[in-house]
């Protein structure tokens, strides 16, 4: 082996212990985590649980799902999504070629609300810091949000989800520089099938962000024509107003073209469309 091969592969081990040693310190810190909240007592939901359902999946997962709380059978199995709700899940993600292993999942709260109801903004309060610091701990590039609560917590919105699902938002949170990406939550599509397509057209685009990162949210380039014909323009900006919201999957993008200008008497001309080279569609913001 020579010595540049000797050297390369010797680079190569040290990053994967480091990448080992980082791994296996995020799953320390969050295995202390958990520990430090089994007996949490910080708001009212602590009576009524069998025990609190911290969270479940990769320690270093660049994606991390937060809903809103556990149900009947994740306050008794301790693990997050475990219902029919989460099945759903399993297969949206395997949709997209992911596990829940590849993933990491947690809740708004921690302990079950009462008969399912939605939690209270006291038990919220009560509950986030503890959410922030998990997310300290994983340093997600991406937070999907399942469904209004987790949304309007981490995202400070009080847009409706219908408005803002299958969109992105740059944002830190918990001191990490990440992208929050809502969906409708999954019971969502228990309740209403049709839902469901929704859901999956969602999952193709979470899978874009997570495969270009924040290339996916940038604007593609618009390339004009400079000069005396302001028509060109003026027709781009009504395609442009015309085609409303462009979703990542949609056919309604708007690609725009660069012209050319030829003379056909002294004063006047005509433009001439070239084919532009198609833009990678990208995924909308809010």
């Given amino acids: 082996m020579t010595m540049s091969g000797r050297a390369s592969g010797t680079l190569s081990a040290v990053k994967d212990d480091r990448a080992t040693n980082q791994h296996h310190e995020a799953a320390e810190a969050l295995r202390a985590l958990q520990g430090e909240l089994s007996g949490c007592t910080g708001c009212g939901l602590s009576p009524g649980r069998t025990q609190v359902v911290f969270g479940a999946g990769n320690p270093q997962a ?5 809903g809103e709380g556990p149900g009947f059978h994740e306050d008794r199995q301790g693990e997050p999504f475990v219902g029919q709700a989460g099945k759903l899940l399993t297969e949206l993600l395997a949709g ?15 302990c079950r609300p009462p008969e399912n109801r939605d939690p209270t903004p006291y038990e919220i309060a009560a509950c986030t810091p503890h959410l922030m610091r998990q997310i300290a701990i994983i340093k997600p590039r991406v937070i999907c949000t399942l469904g209004r609560f987790a949304t309007r ?8 989800m219908s408005v803002i699902h299958g969109k992105a938002k740059t944002r830190e949170v918990g001191g990490v520089q990440t992208v929050i990406f809502p969906i409708f939550h999954p019971a969502a599509a228990l309740y209403t099938p049709a839902n469901r397509q929704i859901l999956e057209e969602d999952f193709v685009r979470l899978r874009r962000l997570l495969d270009r990162g924040l290339e996916a949210l940038s604007t593609p ?12 323009s003026e027709m781009a900006d009504s395609q442009s107003a015309d085609s409303g919201t462009v ?6 993008a708007v690609q725009m073209v660069t012209s050319t200008t030829e003379a056909v ?20 913001l809010w």
Avoid: M
């Avoid at 997209?96 to 921690?110: E, M, S």
């Avoid at 979703?247 to 309604?252: D, I, N, W």
């Fill in 265 to 284: 008497t002294s004063n006047e001309a005509s433009v001439q469309p070239e084919t532009a080279t198609p833009q990678a569609e990208q995924l909308p």
């Fill in 62 to 66: 660049e994606l991390l799902f937060v």
């Fill in 96 to 110: 997209i070629g992911l596990t829940r292993d590849d993933v990491y999942i947690a809740n708004v709260v921690k």
């Fill in 153 to 160: 917590l981490l995202a400070e919105t009080e847009l409706s």
């Fill in 221 to 232: 380039a618009v390339t004009q024509q400079t000069g005396s014909h302001d028509g060109c």
């Fill in 247 to 252: 979703e990542a999957g949609g056919s309604g």
